[in-house]
Each structure stands twice: as structure tokens, then as C-alpha cells.
């Protein structure tokens, strides 16, 4: 996958794991050692399940794009599967798996559409192919051949020249506000830590779970 990010961490020297009651520092704390993992060829990659209006399940890898105490950000065609089911249905999840650090993060909770200015700014600084590239796609959509995609995107290189490309209408971020977060570590012989939150109000909830 292609144009990784890297979130600013938020780092806790010295900071034991176990008394942290907050998922979003112990996220940006866990980001930040796969981050700085060699062997992790895309530490961004998630994947996010959404529902359809009968209630079967979809799931796909994304590229996790920003997060902060506010929540998990990625981009997508709004006509999408994904875009459209989460526009009916905001109810999602997301999990990261982390194989060389052992560790696994679920998250859930309800998705909503970032702001046209966050988009705008994300949109920017895009590579210009990949901008061309969102305008020509009908993503989720049949395709008849590779070449239809071809000449599309041809023909948004021509429409827009040497000039900046714009944020397509139909193209935005999501971002999943949590509502539960679960954070994993392997354990020798299954005797794995899985720290559970669960947000009460404005405040959340911390407790172990069996493995």
C-alpha cells in the first residue's frame, strides 16, 4: 500500500501501560512502537466491518489516516460499499493486527463524515495520481474493462491540466468515534492480556477480560 502517515505520537516516558485509563493515549503509545517497527511494511492498515440494510456483514483493509482523542480517521469514495453503508448505518468496527509486537486493537463505534475542510487539506496533499485516480472511479461500482478506468482518468488529466486537482463532492474521511476499545497482548501458553474500555458518559470504563 502507498502514501503512509504517520500520526504525531503521543509518548509517555516512562509511563507503565497498566495505568493508563485513557485508549487514546495507550493507542498513540502503541502506534508509535509499530511505527518505529522495521518489519511492519503498513502499520496504518485496519480493517473496518461495516452492516448493510439487512444486516449482513462486509469487512475490507483501509489505511488508518489520523486519529486523536476524537477518533479514528480514513478516506473513501462516499459511493462506495463502505460509504454508503456507513451513511445508513454509522454503527462500525475496526481492528489492527500487529504480528511482530503481538498485539491487536478492536475499536468500535459510530462513524461520521470529517469535515469539508479536513478533507480539503487531505485531498491537497494526495499524490496527483491518486487524485486523479478518485475522480475517474465509481468505486464498488461494475467495470466493464481496465481500460474504461484508463481513459477516465485520462480524461481528468486533460480537464484539469498542469492546475490543482479539486476534492471530488462525492470523496471525504470518516472518522469512528469509539465507544469501546480493546487492546491485546499475546501471552505465553494463551495467557493473553486483553485490556477492555467501554466510554460511560464522557468517562471510560476500564476492566480485564478472560483470554
Known sequence: MTEPVRPDPLRLPGCDLRALDDPAQRFALWWAD?????????????????????????????????????????????????????????????????????RQIRIEGDAV?????????????????????????????????????????????????DGPIPRPPFWSGFRVVPAAMEFWQEGPFRRHRRDSYLRVGDRWQRSLLFP
Request: a negative charge; charged letters at 25%; one cysteine or more.
Open 113 to 161: 463524515v470529517v469535515d469539508d475542510a479536513e478533507a480539503d487539506a487531505y485531498f491537497a496533499g494526495r499524490p496527483r495520481d491518486s487524485q486523479m485516480s478518485a475522480w475517474a472511479s465509481d468505486q464498488s461500482r461494475p467495470l466493464g474493462s481496465e481500460q474504461v478506468l484508463g481513459d477516465r482518468i485520462a480524461v481528468v488529466a486533460d480537464r484539469y491540466g
Open 34 to 102: 509499530a511505527v518505529d517497527d522495521q518489519s511492519l511494511e503498513e502499520p496504518a492498515a485496519l480493517v473496518l466491518a461495516t452492516v448493510d440494510a439487512a444486516g449482513r456483514p462486509s469487512a475490507r483493509v483501509v489505511l488508518l489516516r489520523a486519529f486523536d482523542a476524537r477518533g479514528f480517521v480514513f478516506y473513501t469514495n462516499l459511493e462506495s460499499r463502505k460509504g454508503r453503508e456507513l451513511q445508513a448505518r454509522p454503527a462500525c468496527a475496526l481492528c489492527l493486527y500487529h504480528p511482530p509486537l503481538h
